[in-house]
Each structure stands twice: as structure tokens, then as C-alpha cells.
């Protein structure tokens, strides 16, 4: 709690409010799963969900039952406990993706009333509990917009978070239902650094332009650029800063051109990071080759890059549906593109002998970000191999099986890979969740050190 209360402070210093977030139905697994929760749980026996850690195989409870009056009194305390450590006067309760609603504790009320009705009174229930305390609730629109002739019942003081992170995302409907109902929303395009390792940019322009260009038409009351950590956040958090930039530069004018041509990302990213370090002006262009190397012709993914599946999928069937169009020419095109990439520029440690101690910190920040784009470009690289050698095998077995060559090469490669991402996930991170982040990578070197 002193934590936050400081962070808090912190924020309030720079003129940024700090909005608490309680996921409040789906996404409580962690919760859930342990013995003293699990009776709040909608299945309490658990479901194979998309959040499970690398290789669970485990079913786990994921949401609240929301027919159970046990289940608010949960939330009341989470919130007692949570609130008076934030100033803000909102709340983020979440109610996203409820993805075991129906068939479990709450089926009976479900086939009464539908399944959009009992989401309803849920969420009402929980604006009462936000609103006793004093706060305004905001909460994901995803799972409402299911059943937009409801939209209309939510609590007009209801904030509602419009999220979608694909270029191809229909905010122009979706903030159009809301807009109508008379709900307050934002609009929250992302970054598109969540299983891409290095970005995927021209995913992230689209998608970001298209959601500020709605929601300024339809009178959004703002624009929350989002960055998530699926599958272990492999990706360092430099990988976001472009998202970052060109969000802020279009919620304040979305009308602008998208800032993708020529040198215009790059000198937007230059020109807000300068107060950073005024050594990373190297790196910025680095950042912006790193995004668009993700993203294969050919090969549509969708909230990934291909590249990054052939880590985190790695023991699925091979290929996956998504990675049948994938050549062994390619990628060893795209091994030698980022092997040039990362070769770009000076090294901010060229500057150490001129400046010394006098500007440390600020070298030392462009020394950090130089070993966090190394790292992604390396493990991009080692992405490429690994998928080149699963072809080069022509068919399909898994990794164990690879001839004994390929595997130890790969090995030699990915260790020191692991190495170091636990050593720059502390130097900006907290630890909890380091250990459940290097497990994505680990799971592949002990394939390649134990074959079968």
C-alpha cells in the first residue's frame, strides 16, 4: 500500500491521474484457483483458458459466479482494501471477457433470463458497490457490446472502455451504439507489442488512427492507448513507445496524418524521448525497423507476429494454422534483414569517453535501451532459425526430434537469450512475474536439450 501511495504522489506531481483497476468477473484465475476462492467461481472445477502459464495443461476457474451474493461481498472488500491507496476518482473494474458465463453455477438464471441480461445485472450490482464508495466505475465494453440493445440500461455515470486492437477493429460501429445510448466511453486502440517481441507497426498505425478518428467523431470523452503482457511479455517496454507517441500525437489531433512516411515516426519518437536521454537518438530508427520486421506477407496473425508464435507455440502441431505459408527462404531473408538492423548506428558507449560522469545517467539510459533492442532483435533472430530448422525437418516433429546438430546449436543460442531477459527484466521491473515470463523460453531449451 505504500507503494502505491507514493506512486500515486508521483503521479499527481506530473499531472497524471492513477485510475485503480480491479478486474471484477473474468480474469480472476488467479484468485480462483486457490481453495479458499474457488467456491465464488462460475466453474469452480476451471476451463482450459487462453491465460494459462506456458505449458499449464490445468484447468482453472477464470470468473466470478455473478449469481452468487458471495461473489459482491469479494469485490466490496478487494475494493475497501484497494481504494483508499489512489486519489483518483475512478475505478477500472474490468468486466472483460468473460469467457466461462453460461455453463457453469449461473446456467439456470441464464436459460431464465439470457445471457446478456444476467451480464447486466451483474455489472449494475457492481456499479452499486463503486458508487457506495464514493468512485465513478469504469469497465471494457467488449462483452455489452454482444448485446447492444442493453446499452441503453448501463448507468449513465458508467464509463464505458471501448477496446480493439486490430487494424481492421469496428470502432466506427461500435462507438456509434454507444454514442447513441448516451454512455460515456473512451476509445482504446493499443500498441500492438504483446506477442510480437519487437512490434508490429503498421498494425499498430492503423489501429490507433482508426480508433482516434471515431472516437473524436462520435464525441469520445478520451483515448486510452493499452499494453499488455500476453504470453510471458517477452517484449521489452521500448517496444511500446512508438504506440505510445503516435497515440498521444492523434488524441490530440486526430485529425493529423498517420506518422508513418519517411522520417516522420522516428523524428516524433526523437523529439518526445529526448528528455530520456539525448543519447538515444541512435536507437529510434532501430525501434521502428524492429516493428515492421514482425509482420510477414502472406501470413496474416492476428494479436501476434508470426515470429513470436514459432516461440510460444512451439509445441503445437507444426506448423499452426497460422504458419502454413512459411518458407525457409524468407526466413533466412528476415535473419539477415535484423541481423543488418541491429547493426545500425553508434553505440551510445562511443559518448563515455567525452562526456564521463558528467552525463552517466543520461548514457547509461541509451546503454539500456541499446541492450534491450539487441535482445529483441536476437531473440527475433533465434525465431527464425528455430522455424527455418522445423522446416528444413519437413516434417513436422517436434522440437525433441530435430537432428541433434540443430538442436544444440539452438540451445547454444537461446541460453544466453534467457540470461539475459532475467537480467533486463529487473532492471526496470518489478520480480513477481519474471519467473512465469522466462518459462516461455525455458520450456523450448529444455525441448532442445531433452530430446525424445
Not at 477464470?62 to 481504494?83: H, I, K, N, V
Request: glycine share 8%.
Amino acid at each position: 500500500p505504500d507503494e502505491i501511495r507514493a506512486l500515486d504522489a508521483h503521479c499527481r506531481l506530473h499531472g497524471i491521474e492513477l485510475v485503480p483497476n480491479q478486474q471484477s468477473f473474468g480474469h480472476l484465475h488467479h484468485w480462483l484457483k486457490h481453495p479458499e476462492y474457488r467456491h465464488l467461481a462460475e466453474v469452480p472445477e476451471g476451463i482450459l483458458h487462453p491465460f494459462l502459464g506456458a505449458g499449464q495443461t490445468t484447468p482453472e476457474p477464470f470468473s466470478l459466479c455473478p449469481t452468487d451474493p458471495r461473489s459482491l461481498a469479494f469485490l466490496g472488500g478487494l475494493y475497501d482494501e484497494l481504494l483508499p491507496c489512489f486519489t483518483s476518482g475512478e475505478l477500472n473494474v474490468g468486466l472483460d471477457e468473460t469467457i466461462d458465463l453460461g455453463p457453469g453455477r449461473s446456467a439456470a438464471a441464464i436459460r431464465e433470463k439470457g445471457v446478456g441480461r444476467v451480464y447486466l445485472e451483474f455489472l449494475r450490482s457492481v456499479h452499486g458497490l463503486v458508487s457506495a464508495r464514493g468512485k465513478r466505475m469504469q469497465f471494457w465494453a467488449d462483452i455489452l457490446l454482444h448485446h447492444a440493445e442493453l446499452v441503453p440500461e448501463v448507468p449513465k455515470d458508467a464509463v464505458a472502455m471501448l477496446w480493439g486492437y486490430e487494424a481492421d477493429h469496428p470502432f466506427e460501429r461500435e462507438t456509434a451504439t454507444l454514442a447513441e445510448a448516451g454512455l460515456p466511453f473512451y476509445v482504446c486502440p493499443g500498441t500492438s507489442s504483446w506477442q510480437s517481441i519487437g512490434g508490429r507497426l503498421d498494425n499498430m498505425l492503423a489501429n490507433v488512427h482508426s480508433a482516434a478518428t471515431w472516437g473524436a467523431e462520435r464525441g469520445a470523452r478520451g483515448l486510452l492507448v493499452t499494453d499488455w503482457g500476453d504470453r510471458g511479455h517477452l517484449q521489452p517496454p521500448c517496444t511500446a513507445w512508438s504506440g505510445f507517441a503516435v497515440a498521444a500525437s492523434l488524441a490530440w489531433n486526430p485529425e493529423a496524418r498517420v506518422p508513418a512516411e519517411g522520417d516522420r515516426l522516428e523524428n516524433l519518437l526523437s523529439r518526445h524521448l529526448a528528455a530520456l536521454s539525448p543519447f538515444h537518438f541512435a536507437h529510434h530508427g532501430k525501434l521502428i525497423a524492429l516493428a515492421r520486421v514482425g509482420v510477414l506477407r502472406g501470413l496474416p496473425v492476428r494479436n501476434a507476429s508470426p515470429l513470436s508464435l514459432l516461440l510460444t507455440k512451439f509445441d503445437a502441431p507444426f506448423p499452426s494454422p497460422e504458419l502454413t505459408s512459411l518458407h525457409p527462404h524468407t526466413l533466412n531473408q528476415l535473419d539477415e534483414h535484423l541481423q543488418s538492423v541491429l547493426q545500425r548506428g553508434p553505440s551510445a558507449a562511443r559518448f563515455l569517453p567525452e562526456f564521463g560522469a558528467e552525463r552517466s545517467a543520461e548514457i547509461e539510459s541509451a546503454l539500456l535501451l541499446e541492450r534491450e533492442i539487441n535482445w529483441a532483435g536476437e531473440l527475433l533472430r533465434f525465431a527464425c532459425n528455430l522455424g527455418f530448422e522445423r522446416l528444413r525437418a519437413g516434417d513436422g516433429r517436434p522440437l525433441g526430434q530435430l537432428p541433434e546438430q540443430a538442436r544444440h546449436g539452438l540451445a547454444e543460442r537461446l541460453e544466453p537469450l534467457i540470461s539475459e531477459h532475467r537480467a533486463l527484466w529487473s532492471t526496470r521491473s518489478r520480480h513477481g512475474g519474471l519467473d512465469r515470463s522466462a518459462r516461455w523460453l525455458e520450456r523450448i531449451l529444455a525441448a532442445l536439450r531433452a530430446p525424445r
